[in-house]
C-alpha cells in the first residue's frame, strides 16, 4: 500500500476515526485504524465494536492495499504536522511498520495485520430515510442533555429515536430522561421513515454524530434496523449497535393536568438561577422558587455555607407557589429555549412540572421537584 | 489521691468507703479529675435490653444470636461464665451452655435504647464517637466548668442514669487518649470504672499483649509473633523505622501505641464509611426467591441502622459469597443518597440480576456507603417511577407503627420469603 494524501484532509478524516477508538481497552487491534487505499481514495475504519465509523477521502493511490495502525499515534503525528503539508504513507507488510513521510519527517509505526481487524456485521434495515442536518442536530441537542449515566437503567443511556403522534401530525421524535428530566423533542416525519422501529441510540453515539451535523447543507441519510443504525454523509459512515432494551413509556410521565402558568424570559431566569445557587456547597444545589402575581423569588438555603435570594418579574396569575428544584437541572432546561421565553406549567410542589418553549410544541420538558 | 463515690457521686480525698453514704464502691486515682477521654461501652447490650423487657430471663444465661449456622451476637455475662463468646458459631455456643435461652435479636429496640443512651451522653459533651450502638468515645475536655463537675463524675452519673432510667449497665474507661480509654472500659467489666493515668500508662502497658490493640486480629498477631512481638516491652525494643519497615503503615502507628501514644481526636464522623449487613445461610442456595427476602431483610436492616444514625448513603453495595467462597462484589451509586429501604433494596436486587453470577451462595450482604447526612437523602423523586414516593411514605408510616408496638408488628410479604 501507499498513497500520498493533504494534510488537512488526512487529518480531518483520522480525527473521526481515533475519537471513536476507547482509549482503554485491552484488545490491541481496537487501539488501531484500518487504512484501505484503492482507485482514487483511502478510507478508514475505526471501532469499539459498538460503534464504527468509516471515512472516506481522495488521495493519489500509488499502490492499494490495507493495514492497520495506532488511531491515536497517527492522529497526533498529523496533527503536528505544518498546514499544508503533503503526507505520504506506505506499508511494509513483512517488516509490520507503517512508514508516514512528510516532508522531512520520517515516521515508521508498527501496524498489526488487516485480517485481524474486526468489521462490524451488516445489518437489515428496515427504514432508509434523509434528513437534514439541522434537523437531526435539533433533535439530539435538546434531548441528549437528559441522557443517564445510571448503569443500573441501562435502557436510558441514550436517546430514544422513533415515530410518534405530535401535535402537529406524525412526527420523528427524540426522547431522554434520567428519571429527574425528561425532554422529548419532535421533528416532521421524514420521507421513508414511518416503518422505522424505536431505537436507544447511545450516548457515545449521539457523540459521534454530532460532528456530522454541523454543516447547515448537508443531508444525512438515515437507516434503522431493530439492532443498528446508520448515519451517512458521502465522506462519513457511521454505524451503531442501539442499546437492547426497551425504552419506558415515557408517555405516561408527561403531566397534562398542570395549570399553574409562569412565563419567564428563559435566559433571564437561568441566570438568575445561576446566581443564588452560587452560595451553596452541597452536591445537588436546591433552588427554592416562590410565586406570587406577576413575581417570582428565587432561593437557596444552605445550612452550611449561606443564603441567597433573586427576585424576576415574570408572568404569572395563579395563586401562591413554592417549589424546589435542584439547580443544575433547571439551568440546563432553561439553556434549551433558544428564542422565546420558558413557559413552565406547575401542579403542586411534589408533582412533575412541564416545561415549553413560548407556544412552541414540537419541544417539551419535565423536570421533577425536589423537597427543599 | 482524688476519690468519687460511685453510688452518690460525692468527691472526697481518699477513703475505702464513701463519707456521705459509706459505699464501697469508691474509685481512687492521682489523675481522676484530670483526665478527660473516655469510652463507654455497655455490658452484654442486647442481652440486657432482653432481660430488662423479660424478667423471666433475668437469672437464666441468654444468647442473642440466630440460626444454628448463625454466631453468637452477645451473649449474658451467666452464660459467659459457661465460656459463651461473641462471635462464636451457635452450634458450640449451645454445646457449652445447653440450657441457654436463644433469643433473636431485635435491633429496633436496641437502635432505640441506644439513641436513649446517645442523648444522655450529649448531655455531657456535643464530642461523641458512636463506634456501634452500644459504645462511644467521648472526649469531655473543657466541660469541668460548664457542669461544675470533673469528666468522672459526669461519667459516673452517666452509667448511674442509664442503670436507672434505661435499666441497662455499661462499663466506663477514663483516660488521656482514645486508645487506652478504650482498653481501660474492658478492664473491670460489667458496671466498671477504670482509669489510666499518663504517668502509669508505661507501666501498665509493659505486660499486656499485643493483641489488646484494636485492629490486630488473628493474622496480625501472628505476623507479630514470628518476629518475636508478643507484649508491649517486645514491641517498645523496636525502631519506629523497623516497625514501619517491616508491618508498612499500621507499623508505624504500633510503635506509637506501644508508648500509649494516640493522637486521634474524637470525632463524630470518622468512626463510620458504611452500614452494611450481612447473612451466611443455613444451606447454601441459589433460589432467587430465597436470596431476594434476603435481600429485602438485609436492606431493611440497614435502612434501619442508617435511619437510627441520621445518615444515608449514596453508593449501594451487594456482597454474594459463592458455595465456593468466590467473594463478588457489586455496586452502584445513586443520584442522591437514601435511607429508604425499599430503594436500597430495589438497587440491591438490580445488582442481583446482574451480577452475573447463578449461585449457589453461601452469603450475601448489602451495604450503604459514601454517607451524608439524612437531610440530604430522598428529595427528589423519580420520574419513572411515580409510586416510589408513595412507598417511602408507606416505610415511614410503617416505622412509625413498628416504633410503637414493636418489629413484628407490621411486615412486608418479601420479608417472609
Known amino acids: ?372 | 489521691m482524688p476519690a468519687l463515690c460511685r453510688d452518690c457521686l460525692t468527691t472526697f480525698e481518699t477513703g475505702a468507703r464513701c463519707p456521705a453514704c459509706r459505699s464501697p464502691r469508691v474509685l481512687a486515682h492521682p489523675e481522676l479529675f484530670s483526665l478527660s477521654i473516655a469510652h463507654m461501652d455497655c455490658d452484654a447490650f442486647y442481652a440486657s435490653v432482653e432481660k430488662r423487657d423479660n424478667p423471666e430471663l433475668a437469672a437464666k444465661p441468654v444468647i442473642i444470636g440466630g440460626g444454628r449456622r448463625g454466631v453468637v451476637s452477645t451473649a449474658c455475662y451467666i452464660a459467659r461464665i459457661k465460656g459463651v463468646r461473641s462471635a462464636m458459631p451457635m452450634f458450640q455456643a449451645l454445646k457449652l451452655c445447653p440450657e441457654a435461652v436463644v433469643v433473636k435479636p431485635r435491633m429496633e429496640v436496641y437502635v432505640e435504647v441506644s439513641r436513649q443512651i446517645r442523648a444522655l451522653m450529649e448531655e455531657l459533651t456535643p464530642s461523641i464517637e458512636p463506634l456501634s450502638l452500644d459504645e462511644a468515645f467521648m472526649d469531655l475536655t473543657g466541660t469541668a466548668r460548664l457542669h461544675g463537675h470533673p469528666p468522672a463524675v459526669m461519667l459516673a452519673k452517666l452509667v448511674k442514669r442509664m442503670k436507672s432510667e434505661l435499666g441497662v449497665t455499661g462499663s466506663i474507661g477514663l483516660s488521656h487518649n482514645k486508645f487506652l480509654a478504650k482498653i481501660a472500659s474492658d478492664l473491670d467489666k460489667p458496671q466498671g470504672f477504670s482509669v489510666i493515668g499518663a504517668a502509669e500508662t508505661e507501666d501498665f502497658l509493659r505486660d499486656k499483649p499485643v493483641r489488646m490493640i484494636w485492629g490486630v486480629g488473628q493474622a496480625f498477631q501472628a505476623s507479630l509473633e514470628s518476629a518475636g512481638i508478643r507484649t508491649f516491652a517486645d514491641l517498645r525494643r523496636w525502631e519506629q523505622k523497623e516497625l514501619a519497615a517491616r508491618f508498612g503503615s499500621s507499623g508505624a502507628r504500633l510503635w506509637h501505641l506501644a508508648r500509649g501514644q494516640d493522637k486521634r481526636r474524637v470525632s463524630r464522623d470518622s468512626g463510620l464509611k458504611s452500614i452494611s449487613n450481612e447473612t451466611t445461610f443455613f444451606e447454601d442456595t441459589a433460589s432467587a426467591d430465597i436470596l431476594d427476602g434476603h435481600i429485602w431483610r438485609l436492606s431493611e436492616k440497614v435502612s434501619a441502622r442508617a435511619k437510627a444514625k441520621e445518615l444515608s448513603g449514596r453508593t449501594v453495595t451487594l456482597k454474594l459469597k459463592t458455595a465456593k467462597f468466590k467473594l463478588l462484589t457489586r455496586r452502584t451509586t445513586l443520584r442522591e443518597p437514601t435511607q429508604i429501604a425499599d430503594r436500597i433494596y430495589r438497587t440491591a436486587r438490580d445488582l442481583f440480576d446482574h451480577a452475573g453470577h447463578d449461585g449457589p451462595f453461601r452469603l450475601i450482604g448489602v451495604g450503604l456507603s459514601d454517607l451524608a447526612p439524612e437531610a440530604a437523602a430522598d428529595l427528589s423523586g423519580d420520574l419513572l417511577d411515580p409510586d416510589a414516593g408513595k412507598r417511602a411514605e408507606a416505610e415511614r408510616a410503617t416505622d412509625t407503627i413498628r416504633a410503637r408496638f414493636g418489629k413484628d408488628a407490621i411486615l412486608k410479604g418479601r420479608a417472609l420469603r
Open chain 1, 1 to 372: 500500500m501507499k498513497f500520498s494524501i493533504e494534510r488537512a484532509v488526512l487529518l480531518k478524516a483520522i480525527a473521526q476515526a481515533q475519537s471513536v477508538v476507547e482509549r482503554r481497552n485491552t484488545i490491541p487491534i481496537l487501539a488501531n485504524v484500518l487504512i484501505e487505499a484503492e482507485g482514487d481514495g483511502v478510507q478508514f475504519r475505526a471501532t469499539d465494536l459498538d460503534i464504527e465509523v468509516v471515512d472516506k477521502a481522495p488521495a493519489m493511490v500509488e499502490k492499494a492495499g490495507a493495514t492497520t495502525v495506532s488511531a491515536v499515534t497517527l492522529h497526533e503525528i498529523v496533527r503536528k504536522l505544518p498546514d499544508g503539508a503533503q503526507v505520504q504513507l506506505s506499508d511494509d507488510v513483512a517488516a509490520g511498520r507503517l512508514t508516514v513521510e512528510a516532508g522531512r519527517s520520517n515516521f515508521q509505526l508498527a501496524t498489526l495485520p488487516k485480517e485481524d481487524f474486526p468489521v462490524m456485521a451488516s445489518s437489515e434495515y428496515g427504514a432508509n430515510f434523509s434528513a437534514d442536518a439541522p434537523t437531526l442536530r435539533r433533535l439530539f441537542d435538546k434531548s441528549k442533555f437528559a441522557i443517564s449515566t445510571e448503569e443500573t437503567r441501562y435502557y436510558l443511556n441514550g436517546v430514544y429515536m422513533h415515530v410518534a403522534t405530535g401535535e402537529d401530525g406524525q412526527a420523528l421524535r427524540c426522547v431522554a430522561t434520567d428519571g429527574h428530566r425528561l425532554a422529548r423533542v419532535d421533528a416532521p416525519l421524514p420521507e421513508g421513515a414511518e416503518t422505522m422501529p424505536g431505537v436507544i441510540v447511545p450516548r457515545k453515539t449521539v457523540g459521534e454524530l454530532r460532528k456530522l451535523l454541523d454543516d447547515d447543507e448537508a443531508k444525512i441519510a438515515v437507516s434503522v434496523s431493530e439492532t443498528k443504525v446508520r448515519f451517512a454523509t458521502p465522506e462519513i459512515t457511521l454505524t451503531s449497535k442501539v442499546i437492547d432494551g426497551t425504552f419506558p413509556d415515557y408517555t405516561r410521565v408527561i403531566p397534562t393536568g398542570n395549570t399553574k402558568k409562569l412565563e419567564v424570559d428563559a435566559a433571564e431566569f437561568a441566570k438568575a438561577v445561576d446566581l443564588v445557587s452560587t452560595v451553596s456547597s452541597e452536591r445537588s444545589r436546591a433552588v427554592k422558587l416562590s410565586l406570587d402575581e406577576d413575581r417570582l423569588v428565587l432561593s437557596v438555603n444552605s445550612p452550611d455555607s449561606g443564603a441567597g435570594t433573586a427576585e424576576l418579574a415574570v408572568a404569572y396569575g395563579d395563586e401562591h407557589l413554592e417549589i424546589g428544584f435542584n439547580a443544575k437541572y433547571l439551568t440546563e432546561i432553561a439553556s434549551q429555549v433558544d428564542r422565546e421565553n420558558a413557559v413552565f406549567m406547575f401542579n403542586s410542589a411534589g408533582d412533575p412540572t412541564l416545561m415549553r418553549e413560548g407556544s412552541d410544541t414540537s419541544a417539551l420538558y419535565v423536570v421533577m421537584p425536589m423537597r427543599v
